[in-house]
């Protein structure tokens, strides 16, 4: 369907950065890193002050840790890529690859390693990535409005780490399914997780706040997702490659789609326990707490029950189920675009009240005044974009993406520093956010 000869391109629309790259491994690798180059120098310098500001620790802590633990972990062919990032970016090699490995790196291995070389700090959480992260939803069947597959996500994070979300990639590879995902430059995996193939798979995610548990000889998450992405031709076939020799790093809830059969599937791995759930007529969210019981209860730790809690991700998890109840029979893309963008506080019982508790995340409105907002109150933390596709639209490597928040509402940095200056070491890290419209993308014919 997709004859491909089109050369490497760049285009910037919208907030967004859209990027073609095709053929052997370094290849495709290069044409990333000259088309990316400021941003992934930017990206990285941003990661490092992060990562020092969050443990203490020089960034070539987690360098020497990629090094250790990923090199013989990632096959030929990735590695090649990830050297044609490099070069063509004119960045360090084993920055790229730390820079790949962040979230296996500072959500996993850095907890996993503190408490075993520092008692004194044991079950001290990295601080800088705790329970708020994504809200999406994935439908079928007699859930959505003609039965086709819906699926809509937003990627929530600290503003200053989701001003690099905003790659679109379409990439063509030698082998392998074609691929159609939100990114981050340097990365060669989504990483905030919303992919389209060739193959006719959906995929995108949630992250499970507040696992434990780690495995320094498996291989990462960054690495697993994209080879599974690239070759798996079903859901079954993504999440056997996605499991194959797990590190437990990055542990998140899946929601997967087939167009070829309408099926739709939540898929969780953690170390030592999986769930999964499939169904051709339903209805699957995720909300940063684990579905699976052995999973939640004991891979991860809380200091409150997240599942239930309202006041927590509790919230999200709520108001999906009322969505659903309200929406059932009519969900199509242009509604999932208000689904994902909803500020119903379900705590408060109140109509547009964007906060840490609202599918469309705002932890920066938030006052905290009844807990649950992540570091306290008025944390420049929430939804950084929006996402949505349906069967049809996969099949032709098409999505709907919004920069920024997606109910549109802009972000002035500055602004917001001046009147709450405690932020102000993110000052120089942290960009404005105009209001974007939603816009389709599809691959490069």
Known sequence: MFEQSTP?????????????????????????????????????????YLAKWDTGEEFDTFVNAAIDQFTDRVDDEFTAEMRGIADGAQVPYEQVLAWNGYMDLLQSWWPAHVSQTRPQLAGKP????????????????SATRDGRIVMAHNSWDRYAAGDAFNVIFDIVPEEGNRILMQGLPGCISSLTDFWITSAGLMVTETTISNFVGYNTCGSPEFYRSRKATQYADSIGSWCERFAIDNNGGYVNSWLLGDTKTGEIARYELGLHYSGFEITKDGFYSGFNTANDLKIRNQE??????????????GARRLRWMQLLEKHRGQIDAELAKEMIADHYDVYLD???????????????????????????????????????????????????????????????????????????????????????????????R
């Open 126 to 141: 990295w601080r800088g990535r705790l329970g708020h992260h994504c809200s999406a939803f994935i439908a079928t069947g």
């Open 300 to 313: 991860c730790i809380s200091e409150g029950d997240d599942y239930n809690d309202v006041r927590r991700n």
């Open 350 to 444: 109140r109509d547009d009240h964007p906060s840490s508790r609202t599918l469309c995340g705002h932890l920066e409105l938030d006052d905290a005044r009844f807990g649950g907002a992540d570091h306290g109150p008025f944390n420049p933390w929430g939804a950084n974009d929006g996402k949505v596709v349906d069967s049809n639209m996969a099949i032709q490597l098409e999505l709907w993406a919004r920069w920024g928040h997606p109910c549109g509402r802009p972000f002035d940095a500055q602004a917001f520093m001046r009147r709450h200056p405690q932020w102000n070491w993110l000052n120089g890290y942290m960009r404005d956010r105009a209001s974007q419209p939603w816009t389709l993308f599809d691959a490069v």
């Open 8 to 48: 490497a391109l760049r285009r910037d629309q919208a907030g967004w950065i859209f990027v073609h790259i095709e053929g052997a491994p370094y290849e495709r690798g290069l044409q990333h890193g000259q088309l990316l180059a400021r941003e992934i120098n930017s990206a990285i310098r941003t990661a490092q």
